[in-house]
């Protein structure tokens, strides 16, 4: 510890340095920053003072310009003023003179003949000098003014020069024409002609030495027009001397400043010869002072003017300038730094190294299992005594740390072993606290979970999302607590899931939501089982619906076949009767009107029988007509047009109702579909035979059906129709009917659009051998006493008649008491009752009466127009309302056929 003191200050010496170097050089850029804006002060006063000239001269090149064209628009031609001009004679050389030259006044210089064949504006060029005098008198004139004829025949110039002077200025001439066309092969003449500029715009020479030899000079020029005809050329000389006295009288004594063209090339100045011109046109760009090599260089051009005013500061002359002024700063600098080390040294020796012993001493009592250790001794006396209450202090929060970390051990075991689902969110979604059963539930790591960037609730299922966030929003500081049920999908394993969540919302003092404690668990099993019992609750409801309706459809089927079948009864025996071909055509269709109905019940008893399936040989076609039969008045009031394509399936072995329920399941899904179809609704149907198969094909033009739930609609109460429009089980029964026979049933998009239903039944292998007597036995081999039983008058008196006329014995009675009465009172040979009868039933009937006439046994028919309500252990045969007179003949035949060789009557 001894040398803490000279290690500070070796340590800090070089710091000190740095920083006084810093700050020394923070002064010098300050000042050299002051300086340099002084001298841009200095440089826009001598920008201002040339800008004035060249503007002067511009403006006096535009005057002659002008003066030029308004004279030339006043009237061309000499006129009066050719006797203005006058011969003269010089160097052997003829030429023509004003007459009014002089060097105040200017002078025009002109072939020998200009009076005679002048070309160009020689009235305006001479009304051009008066002006030119005014203005060289009040001193606004620039060093030469001049107009040069583009024909080449004159020259007028201000201030007068003579012929002499002119001859003097130029190389040997022949003539006065070849000396005017000396002079307009200097630049100022050649860059104003139309080839040279087009766009007929003032311009500036490039410097060139004066012929006359008055130095160095720059020419203001601008071509003048005669309309569109090019007629010279105006002119104005500044004498670069002029430039470089303007400078002088403001020139200052850091630097140097000059004037330049763009290209470098120096006109006024003290700044030497040619600059770079990269360099000159860098430094135009940077608009202010800016640093090139050893100088500052500042660059500002004049508008309208290829030329540059240049200040350029060597770095060095500013140095000198600024230097000598931070000295003292400098001393005063090194003094502070000499007093701040001392200053540190003293700290260390009083403060630093005990602070460092203390700091010593606190860390062995901080990790001290014991008592703590004694103070050390070279702390001063202030700070020893409060050295143990520091160790104990140490001491205290090491308990304290070991409390908690055992408390934290606990809660985290009693959160890691809990089965519910615990977690911490901030407001968006990221995991800041899970349990272990989080974990397993998103089959991650903890360190996973936390280590996330992905928001936790994008796990949440995208229809729940929008619940969710409302959820979310509806915790608030009064409110804090809320509890929601979602769907989620999980990483570990696919398929929905579902888990309830209690979110409970963490607010900061002004209210916002700054985290939430969220503690959930896994419902999947609870709402698969609440879903599945609403789906059994509905297949219940659903069955119960349907039992109705078949106690319905199986009242009105009694209602409505009693009177059809008088109504088939009396038009057959009228059939039979009629002589004439019209009345036996009207009969016919009296019958076959009859006869549909008939067909029509049946086929609703059909739909609504509840028996095992009873399979014998259907024609798949015959099945489709009776179902477009029923179907008829809705497809053709909803505009549908029903197409068949020809075809002859083979027969199946089916029960005829099931195959029957198949198809008009189909056909009305087919017709609800095209319901919102603003086109042509067609349905299309094609019974026929593929690979030994009979395949039924319907194809509609409604809005089709995605491949995606193909398969899913055969689902039980799996519907895509509105809500009260379908129940979802109608296809599901028909799969389930179609591959009890064997087969398949599919769905798929249509050709053309539409969904197209294929249905494929395995085909009959053998026909199953018909009776002796014919499909339905028809035949009677005699005849015999019939006893009659209806509650329907009208119905017995139809049955009884037709009997009478096949050469039967028929009476007929309207309840069962009666019949019984009339058995024992009579012999009869066969019973036909009806089954619904008040009182008595059909089957007790058939009871009583074989009890009473053993001979009955097996020659009793019943007739009925409910065919659902036929006892299962029925063992008599049963005749479908409305009986057909031919069915009926046949069954009674049967009956008779019975012990025959004993005759009717016989026991």
């Known amino acids: 510890m001894t040398k803490t003191p000279t290690r500070l200050a070796l340590i800090l010496a070089p710091v000190l340095l740095a920083l006084i170097a810093a700050l020394g050089w923070a002064q010098f850029r300050e000042a050299r920053a002051g300086l340099l804006a002084e001298q841009e002060r200095l440089a826009a006063e001598r920008h201002f003072a040339v800008a004035a000239m060249l503007a002067d001269a511009d403006r006096q090149l535009r005057r002659m310009e002008t003066r030029m064209r308004l004279s030339m628009a006043a009237g061309p031609g000499l006129g009066d003023r050719a006797e203005e001009l006058a011969p003269v004679v010089a160097g052997g050389i003829a030429a023509t003179e004003w007459a009014g030259a002089g060097p105040e006044r200017g002078n025009l210089i002109g072939i020998p003949d200009l009076a005679a064949r002048a070309t160009g504006p020689v009235a305006a060029a001479l009304d051009l000098l008066p002006p030119l005098e005014v203005e060289a008198a009040i001193g606004g004139a620039p060093s030469w003014s ?61 410097p060139y030495d004066d012929a006359g030899g008055a130095g160095r000079m720059v020419s203001h020029a601008m071509p003048v027009y005669d309309g569109d005809r090019f007629v010279g050329v105006v002119g104005t000389d500044i004498l670069l001397a002029a430039l470089a006295e303007v400078l002088a009288h403001m020139a200052s004594p850091l630097g140097a400043i000059g004037l330049a063209t763009g290209g470098g090339e120096m006109l006024a100045g003290d700044l030497g010869g040619r600059l770079d011109g990269a360099l000159v046109a860098e430094a135009a760009a940077e608009g202010g002072f800016a640093r090139r090599g050893g100088d500052w260089v500042l660059a500002r051009g004049f508008p309208g003017t290829p030329f540059l005013l240049l200040t350029v500061i060597p770095e060095a002359e500013l140095r000198a300038m600024i230097l000598p002024g931070l000295a003292g700063t400098g001393l005063l600098l090194l003094a502070g730094a000499a007093g701040l080390v001392a200053a540190l040294v003293w700290y260390d020796r009083r403060h630093l190294r005990p602070g460092l012993r203390l700091a010593a001493y606190a860390e062995a009592a901080a990790t001290s299992r014991g008592e703590p250790p004694a103070p050390p001794a070279e702390l001063p006396p202030a700070w020893a005594a409060r050295a143990g209450a520091v160790a104990r202090a140490f001491a205290a929060a090491r308990e304290d740390r070991a409390a908690l970390a055992a408390s934290e051990a606990r809660y985290r075991n009693v959160v890691d072993t809990q089965t519910e689902l615990v977690a911490r969110h901030t407001p968006d979604g990221r995991a800041t606290f899970a349990n272990k059963a989080y974990c397993r539930q998103l089959g991650q790591s903890l360190e996973e979970v936390l280590a996330g960037r992905e928001s936790q609730f994008d796990y949440v299922a995208p229809e729940d999302r929008a619940r969710h966030a409302e959820h979310l929003a509806s915790l608030t500081p009064e409110h804090p607590t809320s509890t929601t049920t979602i769907k989620v999908w999980l990483p570990r394993a696919p398929g929905d899931f579902w888990e309830e969540w209690t979110d409970t919302g963490i607010f900061d003092a002004e209210g916002r939501l700054i985290e939430l404690q969220s503690v959930g668990r896994d419902v999947t099993e609870k709402v698969r089982a609440e879903e599945e019992l ?17 106690s319905l459809l199986a009242g009105v089927a009694h209602e409505l076949n009693n009177p059809l079948s008088i109504v088939v009864g009396y038009a057959g025996m009228l059939h039979e009767l009629a002589e004439d071909e019209p009345t036996r055509r009207r009969t016919g269709e009296i019958a076959r009107a009859a006869d549909r109905c008939a067909r029509i019940v049946r086929t609703f008893l059909a739909m609504a029988r509840a028996r095992p399936a009873e399979k014998s040989e259907v024609d798949l076609g015959a099945v489709v007509d009776q179902v477009l039969e029923l179907t008829a008045y809705g497809l053709r009031s909803n505009g549908i047009e029903v197409a068949r394509v020809p075809g002859t399936p083979p027969p199946v072995l089916a029960d005829p109702d099931q195959v029957h329920q198949v198809v008009m399941n189909v056909i009305l899904n087919a017709q609800q579909a095209m319901m919102g179809v603003t086109g042509p609704r067609r349905l299309t149907i094609r019974a026929g035979e593929e690979a030994g198969a009979a395949v039924l094909s319907i194809a509609d033009t409604g809005p089709g059906i995605d491949p995606a739930i193909a398969e899913r609609v055969f689902e039980p109460f799996f519907t895509t129709k509105p809500q009260g429009v379908g129940t979802g089980i109608g296809l599901a029964v028909s799969r389930g009917i179609v591959e009890a026979h064997g087969g398949a049933i599919a769905l798929s998009p249509a050709a053309g659009g539409g969904t197209l239903c294929r249905i494929t039944l395995p085909a009959m292998t053998a026909t199953a051998p018909e009776g002796p007597d014919g499909p339905d036995g028809a035949g009677s081999p005699g005849r015999g006493r019939v006893l009659i039983v209806d509650d329907e008058p009208a119905l017995g008196a139809l049955l009884a008649e037709a009997l009478t006329r096949d050469g039967h014995h028929a009476v007929a009675v309207t309840d069962p008491e009666a019949a019984l009465r009339a058995a024992a009172a009579d012999r009869f040979d066969a019973v036909l009752t009806d089954l619904r009868m008040p009182g008595m039933g059909g089957d007790q009937l058939a009871a009583r009466l074989v009890a009473l006439a053993p001979r009955l046994k097996g020659r009793i028919i019943v007739m009925t127009g409910d065919a659902l309500r036929v006892p299962a252990e029925a063992d008599f045969p049963v005749l479908e309302k409305p009986v057909e007179i031919a069915a009926l003949r046949a069954a009674l035949a049967r009956a008779l056929d019975q012990d025959f060789g004993q005759g009717f009557g016989g026991s």
Do not use: C
């Not at 609403?534 to 078949?550: F, N, T, Y």
């Open 146 to 206: 001049y107009f040069f004829s583009a024909g080449g025949d004159f020259i007028t110039i201000l201030p007068g020069a003579g012929l002499g002077d002119f001859l003097a200025a130029a190389p040997p001439v022949p003539d006065a024409a070849a000396l005017i066309a000396h002079w307009l092969t200097y630049p100022v003449f050649a860059l104003g002609t139309p080839q040279a500029n087009p766009a007929r715009a003032p311009y500036w020479t490039p």
């Open 534 to 550: 609403r789906r059994q609750r509905d297949a219940l409801h659903q069955s119960e619906k349907l039992a109705a309706l078949g």
